[in-house]
T-cell receptor
Framework: KAGVTQTPRYLIKTRGQQVTLSCSPI?????VSWYQQTPGQGLQFLFE???????NKGNFPGRFSGRQFSNSRSEMNVSTLELGDSALYLC?????????????FGSGTRLTVV | DQQVKQNSPSLSVQEGRISILNCDYT??????FLWYKKYPAEGPTFLIS?????DKNEDGRFTVFLNKSAKHLSLHIVPSQPGDSAVYFC??????????????FGGGTRVLVKP
């Protein structure tokens, strides 16, 4: 059974650019969540999608956005990149619509903004 | 407002001994708790969870204890092995359907198991 797949694994972007990260959840999982991990802030919740609808959003500026497709694959986009956006971005999928049951994380995308 | 806290940033333990990791939470709506293990540049790996209707859950070498009145949980690893060296995160969830899937994480505890 394939796990959660995130692409690309590594990315280097310049300040002011935008970036799109992709996440393919485990087959059958309809809930996809995104997290940002930085040394100073730890693991912080970005947003969660279920059946193409955003249900939750964390405390991040509007430059961070996402979407989910009908096959449950999800993308997140960060526009006008800042140096502080350098982080490991993690995607997690779940078979449960709530509660964090069966939450499985991907290996993440390491974004470096220069 | 840090709703989940792991007050010990690091822990060093001898191989074969017990590792005890602690986690405190403030939000009384949290009713499901999870522990994850994480290596650098990888995603967190689920270890064990506990529902608020229980006070203990065991899975092999891992046991999680929950004290709801103190809003405190702990993870015990017995016996500790060198492969357990990693960062451990405590996470909490509120199982209210409208809230969806959202985990609130503690800051992590780095565990080093010495051979």
């Amino acid at each position: 059974k394939a796990g959660v797949t995130q692409t690309p694994r590594y990315l280097i972007k310049t300040r002011g650019q935008q970036v799109t990260l992709s996440c393919s959840p485990i087959s059958g999982h309809r809930s996809v969540s995104w997290y940002q991990q930085t040394p100073g802030q730890g693991l912080q919740f970005l947003f969660e999608y279920f059946s193409e609808t955003q249900r939750n959003k964390g405390n991040f500026p509007g430059r961070f956005s996402g979407r989910q497709f009908s096959n449950s694959r999800s993308e997140m986009n960060v526009s006008t990149l800042e140096l502080g956006d350098s982080a490991l971005y993690l995607c997690a999928s779940s078979f449960s619509p709530t509660g964090g049951y069966g939450y499985t994380f991907g290996s993440g995308t390491r974004l470096t903004v220069v | 407002d840090q709703q989940v806290k792991q007050n010990s940033p690091s822990l060093s333990v001898q191989e074969g001994r017990i590792s005890i990791l602690n986690c405190d939470y403030t939000n009384s709506m949290f009713d499901y708790f999870l522990w994850y293990k994480k290596y650098p540049a990888e995603g967190p790996t689920f270890l064990i969870s506990i529902s608020s209707i229980k006070d203990k859950n065991e899975d092999g070498r891992f046991t999680v204890f929950l004290n709801k009145s103190a809003k405190h949980l702990s993870l015990h690893i017995v016996p500790s092995q060198p492969g357990d060296s990693a960062v451990y995160f405590c996470a909490a969830s509120a199982r209210i359907k409208a809230a969806g899937n959202k985990l609130t994480f503690g800051g992590g505890t780095r565990v080093l198991v010495k051979p």
